[in-house]
């Protein structure tokens, strides 16, 4: 990198410092702060229908104040314990503000940032005026004023920022004769978290030395500068500020000091009965995770919730913890979660400490560790080193050539030097990445500067560069369907593919027929290697030749653009293409990227509302205005990784979003842009049939919002298809080699088909191993797939490999799913009873936990799984033949592969399970939950069943025989208990190796007795 001074001799400067005015750095704005941020999209928001009064009491204060006071009272403290929900609460005021224009700004201090402006005071003042600058032109226009002025405001006190760019633009704009009329609220959430900037060496040990600034001390000069903010006639906002009960702002706002100064405050715990609303909010997740994992409906116990509630003690933090760590991809289900949680005792007389709960919980949650004293000792280490000063460093470079002589003869020997720029060009903003940096002063004699200070003052652009290429810089060009990264994406063989592709055009044309609620979003998935990106771009090509294509992306998990990986370029992408659409369209998106300066900084839901619906609805309005219509394609969202905003090395960090987290938001947005009645677009979401997924376009629970789903496995048959594209590109292999008309061998093309099991990545990689010059030639490469057990230079199928096991990796247990996977085979092998339900009641540990959704839940696509409704009556069954060849082989699955002898052991380990899953005989024996009978017939008959006594060694599970009791019980609840007796015989004839106890139970049991015993307490009972 160049030199700034290249060859300057006898040059001297103390102080070097650029101050760009109308773009302020990233130090003097934080963008994360503001309510609608990225940086926020998956922040704490109240659930429906809970702290409905609080926020009405809040946004009634807002609107009307505290009636007709001598002195209006524009601030408002509230507060409570933490995990009392004030955050939540915030959110959901700011969005409800803002959708009725009644907001002015925002800012949510966050301890646990990545970013420093949300963690301190110093982008706080700045950060407000740069939200009330797009209030109004008017107030805009001042504030810029303001900032040109007074070039140095970014390194003056809170208090002198809040005169200049706050207080200073409002008195002029309220002097104007036909003024605006302001009003609304400026929030200020979590100022208890905000951090103590130090402005001397902290380390500095000197008797002489200042003590290190409190984070009260900045907290309070933050209060004091709202304050006298809130005293100006010409202030027109209340504030609204949120923390918890601290001592700074006890005494701040105490009302026997400053009596008149503010409104009452509002005290969470104390003002507000939460436990109702912590009840909806459990009661609503449980439903849900009641339907994610297929619990039964007597789940959670009776009970529960009451207790849980109680143990909450008021505090959001405590429900909200407990729904995420059954739901967080746990080993064990949430049922067994649910039960740790529930058992977790708690010392009496533990009121004086209101997060009892919440600190049994998370020491659960600690001791969940492999080493839990080490863990926290990490915990330790990481907070105290993320708590140590940043080292600082400015290293600017000015990259614009034809400044240099002018600064050359301005800078001659002068001690201070300040050079007003006046209006320059964006290429001269600050840049520490630029690859080619322009020389300045270069071969300069004799300069002497003790402090250099560039103001920036206008900032135009130069020819060629304006709104619509700043959006450029923001989008993802390699996952549009045409771009020079897809140049080799799957596309669909020439006649293949053909009912599905005109089915989905079919549909873009002319929807799904004359409905009250056109349905303007369709799902189209299958399991891995189903061909969803080869239809995908095959139909972009259709569309966009015949002039109807909106817009693409195609997500993609392996691309070295994070772009394609990641949800932060997806709307800007989106918006990029709609821009090319119309010349109309495109003026609008370019106003709304130039009026809208930070909308790269906001979330999802408000980059598609400014840079896609606003100009669609502007353009819509116009007389005579074009008909736009079309298609936006989304593909392969299942593969979009989840973006992290939180600094992990910082105590406070919230839990890692996950990628279903990114996902749903994505289609949450899909879902809204589709439902505003000026989107003329319909939407393809491709995607495998992963849970979010399948939630989310649930025609149960969303009837009227989605056009019927396509699965181009169980709606198209693929063979053909796939047929044809073997014989064609066996075609082309035969010309290119040379080889005989006689290849390949008669039925191979059949074997490759079956083997495919309608999947085409197993066709396509067949094809590419055959094609990609291997020292054998392609006829001793086809034998050896035929044949899979000969030994080639190379796996022929590592693609698929790698898929499987990116697949199975994604369960919360990948080897005991594994082991599921090849239970369930063996349970299918001629034996049509085996169906789901039968299956779960014998592999689960719990019969109650469903554990077969937990653990199967993210191999959908690898395992055709029934719908609850389903599963009496239907069997479990596999999408791929080829997902067994690989399991099969250990040198292909590794860590996967699993024995005959270990697969045989889990399944008659299971049965033993079954056969006596009570306490020992000293204990009691479970009577919660008794087999269906159904299910006593299906095990009864199972081969494996037969031969239990005999396989006994080599089990690792040893039967223990229930009490008497237990069987008499269960027989008089069972009036046609057929299997019982079955069951019986075979619990207590498997025994041999169980401890001696157990053994001279059985002596002594006599078999004829327990009979007639059953039958005799059977008469009285009248059964």
């Known amino acids: 990198m160049a030199s700034n001074f290249n060859n300057a001799h006898q040059f001297q400067i103390g102080n070097y410092q650029s101050v760009n005015i109308i773009n302020p750095s990233a130090d003097s704005l934080s963008t994360g702060a503001i309510h609608d941020s990225r940086e926020r999209c998956d922040a704490p928001k109240c659930h429906p229908e809970t702290r409905v009064a609080v926020q009405d009491d809040l946004y009634g204060w807002i609107v009307d104040g505290d009636g007709e006071y001598e002195h209006p009272r524009n601030v408002k403290w509230v507060t409570g314990p933490a995990g009392t929900g004030k955050t939540a609460v915030m959110g959901s005021l700011a969005d409800r503000c803002a959708a009725n224009g009644l907001l002015g700004a925002t800012f949510f201090f966050a301890s646990w940032s990545a970013s420093i402006g949300r963690r301190r005071k110093t982008a706080f003042i700045t950060t407000i005026a740069h939200q009330l600058a797009q209030h109004r032109d008017s107030l805009r226009t001042a504030i810029s004023t303001a900032i040109e002025k007074s070039p140095g405001v970014f390194e003056k006190n809170l208090h002198v920022q809040m005169e200049i760019l706050v207080l200073s633009p409002l008195r002029e704009v309220v002097c104007q004769s036909h003024g605006p009329r302001l009003q609304g609220a400026i929030i200020i959430d979590g100022l208890d978290e905000c951090e103590a900037g130090q402005y001397h060496g902290i380390a500095n040990t000197s008797p002489h030395g200042r003590p290190a600034r409190t984070n009260a001390q900045d907290q309070l000069e933050i209060l004091q500068?709202?304050?006298?903010?809130?005293?100006?006639?010409?202030?027109?906002?209340?504030?609204?500020?949120?923390?918890?009960?601290?001592?700074?702002?006890?005494?701040?706002?105490?009302?026997?000091?400053?009596?008149?100064?503010?409104?009452?405050?509002?005290?969470?715990?104390?003002?507000?009965n939460a436990n109702p609303d912590i009840a909806l909010f459990l009661e609503a997740q449980f439903n849900l995770l009641r339907r994610r994992y297929n619990l039964p409906p007597s789940w959670p116990p009776p009970k529960t919730i009451q207790t849980l509630v109680e143990n909450a003690s008021g505090q959001f933090i405590y429900a909200a913890t407990v729904i995420r760590f059954p739901d967080a991809g746990h080993r064990e289900s949430p049922k067994a979660v649910l039960e740790t949680i529930l058992k977790m005792g708690s010392k009496p007389n533990s009121n004086s400490n209101p997060l009892k709960q919440l600190d049994i919980l998370y020491s659960n949650i600690l001791e969940s560790s492999p080493d839990p004293f080490f863990s926290v000792q990490w915990i330790r280490a990481v907070r105290w080193i993320g708590d140590q000063p940043e080292a600082s460093a400015f290293n600017v470079t000015l990259l614009d050539k034809h400044f240099t002589n002018r600064l050359r003869a301005n800078m001659r020997h002068d001690a201070s030097v300040c050079v007003d720029v006046g209006t320059a060009t964006s290429s001269l903003l600050c840049s520490s990445t630029m690859a080619n940096t322009v020389e300045i002063f270069s071969n300069s004699q004799g300069v002497q500067a003790e402090t250099i200070k560039f103001n920036i003052t206008n900032i135009s652009s130069p020819t060629g560069v304006g709104p619509l290429e700043k959006l450029e810089g923001r989008i993802a060009a390699g996952a549009i369907h045409d771009s020079a990264e897809?140049?080799?994406?799957?596309?669909?063989?020439?006649?293949?593919?053909?009912?599905?592709?005109?089915?989905?055009?079919?549909?873009?044309?002319?929807?799904?027929?004359?409905?009250?609620y056109p349905r303007k979003i369709k799902w189209v998935t299958g399991p891995a290697g189903s061909g969803k990106t080869a239809v995908m771009g095959s139909l972009a090509e259709r569309c966009a030749a015949d002039g109807i294509l909106g817009a693409t992306f195609f997500f993609a998990s392996w691309s070295s653009s994070i772009g394609r990986r990641r949800k932060g370029a997806l709307v800007t992408t989106i918006a990029h293409q709609l821009a090319r659409y119309h010349g109309d369209l495109r003026n609008e998106i370019s106003k709304a990227v130039?009026?809208?300066?930070?909308?790269?900084?906001?979330?999802?839901?408000?980059?598609?509302?400014?840079?896609?619906?606003?100009?669609?609805?502007?353009?819509?309005?116009?007389?005579?205005?074009?008909?736009?219509?079309g298609v936006i394609i989304i593909d392969g969202l299942d593969e979009c990784e989840a973006e992290q905003y939180s600094d992990g090395s910082r105590a406070k960090s919230p839990p890692l979003r996950t990628n279903d987290q990114d996902q749903l938001e994505i289609l949450q947005v899909l879902q809204t842009a589709s439902l505003d009645p000026f989107f003329p677009f319909r939407i393809l979401v491709a995607s495998r049939p992963e849970r979010v997924f399948r939630e989310f376009f649930d025609p149960q629970s969303n009837p009227t919002l989605f056009s019927q789903k396509i699965d181009l496995h169980e709606d198209h048959n693929a063979d053909t298809d796939i047929t044809l594209f073997l014989e064609a590109q066996f075609s082309r292999i035969r010309r290119r080699y040379n080889?005989?008309?006689?290849?390949?061998?008669?039925?191979?093309?059949?074997?490759?088909?079956?083997n495919a099991s309608g999947q085409f990545i197993y066709a396509a990689t067949v094809i590419r191993f055959l094609d990609t010059g291997h020292q054998e030639p392609p006829k001793a490469l086809l034998d050896a797939i035929l044949e899979m057990g000969s030994k080639v230079t190379s796996n022929p199928l590592k693609q698929l490999d790698d898929l499987y096991s990116h697949i199975l990796a994604s369960s919360p247990d990948p080897p005991l799913s594994v082991r599921w996977i090849h239970a369930i085979r063996w349970l299918r092998i001629g034996d049509m009873a085996s169906t789901a339900s039968n299956v779960n009641l014998l592999l689960q540990t719990d019969p109650e936990s469903n554990e077969a959704d937990h653990l199967l839940g993210n191999l959908h696509s690898l395992i055709q799984i029934p719908s609850p409704s389903d599963q009496a009556t239907t069997n479990y069954d596999f999408y791929h033949k080829t997902l067994f060849d690989f399991l099969e082989d250990p040198g292909r699955c590794g860590e996967w592969y699993l024995d005959d002898t270990n697969?045989?052991?889990?399944?008659?380990?299971?049965?033993?399970?079954?056969l006596i899953r009570f306490d020992d005989i000293e204990g009691g024996c479970d009577t919660q939950f008794s087999y269906p009978e159904g299910f006593l017939k299906y095990l009864i008959s199972l081969p494996q069943y037969r031969n239990l006594p005999a396989c006994s060694a080599r089990s690792k599970v040893l039967p223990?025989?229930?009490?008497?009791?237990?069987?008499?019980?269960?027989?008089?609840?069972?009036?046609?208990?057929?299997?019982?007796?079955?069951?019986?015989?075979?619990?207590?004839?498997?025994?041999?190796?169980?401890?001696?106890?157990?053994?001279?139970?059985?002596?002594?049991?006599?078999l004829f007795n327990l009979l007639s015993l059953v039958l005799l307490v059977s008469l009285q009972a009248g059964v």
């Open 486 to 516: 897809r140049c080799d994406a799957p596309k669909c063989h020439p006649e293949t593919r053909v009912a599905v592709q005109d089915d989905l055009y079919g549909w873009i044309i002319d929807g799904d027929g004359a409905l009250e």
């Open 225 to 272: 500068a709202l304050q006298a903010a809130s005293s100006d006639p010409s202030f027109p906002f209340r504030i609204l500020i949120a923390s918890r009960p601290e001592r700074v702002f006890r005494e701040f706002f105490d009302p026997e000091r400053n009596p008149t100064l503010f409104a009452q405050k509002v005290d969470l715990n104390e003002d507000y």
């Open 903 to 914: 697969d045989y052991v889990f399944g008659v380990g299971f049965s033993f399970t079954i």
């Open 960 to 1006: 223990t025989p229930a009490s008497a009791d237990w069987w008499v019980s269960l027989a008089i609840a069972r009036k046609e208990a057929k299997f019982l007796w079955e069951m019986f015989k075979d619990a207590h004839s498997s025994v041999r190796s169980v401890p001696n106890r157990f053994q001279t139970f059985i002596t002594k049991l006599n």
């Open 739 to 754: 080889l005989p008309p006689s290849w390949p061998p008669p039925g191979a093309v059949e074997t490759l088909v079956k």
């Open 594 to 629: 130039e009026t809208n300066s930070d909308i790269f900084d906001k979330n999802l839901h408000a980059q598609m509302e400014a840079l896609v619906l606003v100009p669609l609805r502007r353009v819509a309005d116009r007389p005579g205005g074009p008909d736009l219509r």
